[in-house]
């Protein structure tokens, strides 16, 4: 007879279920606004700052961002957690060690997929030192993210030109560098 416990495979399966449902309602409340026109909760409208007192005003603001922001917040620590929870540690330290000079190259080239703002890169950038990214990789993702996305690339080209957008996407990434 066997002493070994067995268990089951449903937690497992509950909680990969507890980390996508979050990133998977942080990227609705992304997408919603764009298909209706309207964001997905209320916005907290402050109105005049006039009507408040000084010491009432950064919490006006606080408010004000919080209820337009927090779906992007919540797609990022999901995110996060998502990389700690899914991603191989032993893979991780192997290719994004701060030794290795590929590792660089790789993280700016996989960042711009990323269409976030330096604020929801921290949590990113977070989880990606947890799961065993190098400090230097994981800085060249946080960095070049936010510089050189898909959605910042393709507003440069719209509004300036092709040349704008490639001198943006090099000197991001030799930026990172010097």
């Known amino acids: 007879m066997s002493t070994e416990i067995q268990r089951p495979a449903a937690p497992f399966k509950l909680r990969a279920l507890l980390y996508w449902l979050p ?33 009432q005003v950064p919490f006006v603001y606080v408010a004000s961002y919080v ?18 929870a899914f991603l191989p540690r032993e893979k991780m330290k192997k290719y994004m060690s701060s030794g290795n000079a590929a590792a660089y190259v790789l993280a700016a080239a996989l960042a711009p997929v990323l269409t976030v703002c330096s604020c929801a890169m921290i949590p990113i950038f977070g ?52």
């Open 23 to 55: 990133f998977a309602f942080g990227v609705l409340t992304i997408i919603y606004p764009r298909f209706t026109g309207q964001p997905l909760v209320p916005v907290y409208d402050y109105g005049v700052l006039e009507n408040y007192s000084f010491w």
């Open 67 to 84: 209820t337009r922001a927090w779906g992007a917040l919540l797609f990022a620590f999901t995110l996060g957690g998502i990389c700690i």
């Open 127 to 178: 989880g990606l030192l947890v799961t065993g990214v190098g400090i230097g990789p994981a800085i060249t993702f946080l960095l070049m993210a936010p510089a050189a996305n898909i959605l910042a690339l393709i507003f440069t080209w719209e509004l300036l030109s092709v040349k704008i957008m490639i001198a943006r996407l090099i000197f991001s990434f030799l930026g990172l560098f010097l």
